[in-house]
């Protein structure tokens, strides 16, 4: 019962490790699979549309061979709010690749203006394919009829449900901006050299815009998911630390029910250095037993929570070493929280305990 408390407060910290630790590496093997450009321009806060001026003074760029833009935009279908994203046709296909489940790289780079691509899993889950039309309603209060060309596997939601030509989102869904711009690089081009003369020409009039290679970009996203992970670590650890303090109160009652059988233990010849050591493993002892406990529930909840996620490329990641820095913690909780309780049972008078009751 006492180390419930603690078991749950550790069970919510492991789940939300491990599942952020699984967006992590999924956005991460994402970028792995999908960006085949050297480069990416993005908005310092990551999520923000940056100018269009940027990828033009990139262009300008020497080794510098194909710059394509990717934009975000909101629409409603049936009901629903879905994520448009726009892209053009003619350079995209050099810089992403899409795990294709109907159609192919000619599907993309021959799209029409009012052909879509959609994801596979939320195509399926509105009984949609190939050659069916689907109507979207735009920010800008209007009906737009696309035409299914493709599905594809969209690992990690990169693209949204629905993935149009970037003139439709710019003349039918008001997007003005791009979200981020991909460079590929001319074959035998310096990649670091390259990055830092466009980082120098793109920060001179754009400083809000980022140049990046793919590990950046990997670590500006984990960074990112780090934040908000931070932000959930100090809210659950006032929850650890009231399971401590039921374990502080625990040991206080204990201490006080037995101090018969403490004052025996001491008269038979236990130290109070020994009395102190048993009160500590006992507390270590009930804070493990938490630990663990939280720990196996964290991870099967992770589990449970992350299946239905499989079909957007979503994939479980187990942090090793975070989880066994989260139990040896439990641990030395449980040494702080046996201080107090452990310093009162080697205080006690042994005559007096003895004669208790």
Do not use: C
């Not at 009930?286 to 239905?308: D, K, M, Q, W």
């Not at 049972?345 to 208790?356: H, K, S």
Request: hydrophobic residues 50%; glycine residues 8%; negative net charge.
């Amino acid at each position: 019962v006492t180390a419930a408390a603690l078991m749950i407060g550790l069970a919510v910290v492991v789940f939300v490790t491990v599942f952020a630790a699984g967006i992590s590496s999924s956005i991460g093997n994402a970028i792995d699979r999908n960006f085949q450009g050297d480069l990416v321009l993005q908005h310092t806060d990551g999520f923000s549309p940056i100018s269009p001026g940027a990828a033009r003074a990139a262009e300008q760029v020497d080794g510098v061979r194909t710059v394509s833009s990717l934009s975000f935009a909101g629409g409603v279908y049936r009901g629903s709010d879905i994520r448009v994203s726009g892209v053009d046709p003619a350079t995209v296909s050099d810089v992403l690749s899409l795990d294709w489940e109907k159609g192919s790289p000619a599907t993309l780079s021959s799209l029409p203006l009012r052909g879509a691509v959609l994801d596979d899993a939320w195509a399926n889950s509105k009984d949609l394919g190939v050659g069916d039309r689907i109507t979207v309603r735009t920010p800008l209060e209007r009906n737009v009829t696309l035409t299914v060309e493709g599905t594809v596997k969209d690992n990690a939601d990169l693209l949204g449900n629905v993935v149009t030509t970037e003139q439709l989102l710019r003349t039918a869904f008001a997007t003005r901006n791009p979200s981020m711009t991909f460079i590929q690089l001319a074959p035998g081009a310096n990649a670091n050299a390259v990055q830092q003369q466009i980082s120098q020409a793109v920060d001179q009039r754009f400083p809000t815009v980022d140049t990046l290679n793919q590990q950046e970009l990997k670590d500006n996203q984990e960074e990112q998911i780090n934040q908000l992970v931070g932000f959930f670590y100090v809210l659950l650890a006032l929850a650890i630390v009231i399971s401590l303090l039921g374990i502080v109160t625990t040991l206080a009652l204990s201490i006080h029910e037995r101090t018969r059988e403490l004052g025996l233990l001491r008269a038979v010849g236990m130290s109070r250095r020994q009395v102190k050591r048993l009160v500590r493993y006992e507390s270590v002892i009930t804070a493990l037993i938490g630990a663990i406990l939280g720990t196996i529930l964290g991870i099967i909840f992770a589990i449970l929570v992350s299946r239905p996620l499989a079909d957007e490329g979503f994939e479980l990641s187990y942090p090793v070493g975070t989880l066994i820095i989260l139990l040896v913690l439990a641990a030395l909780a449980g040494v702080l929280a046996a201080i107090f309780p452990a310093r009162r049972a080697a205080r006690l008078d042994v005559l007096q305990a003895v004669a208790y009751e």
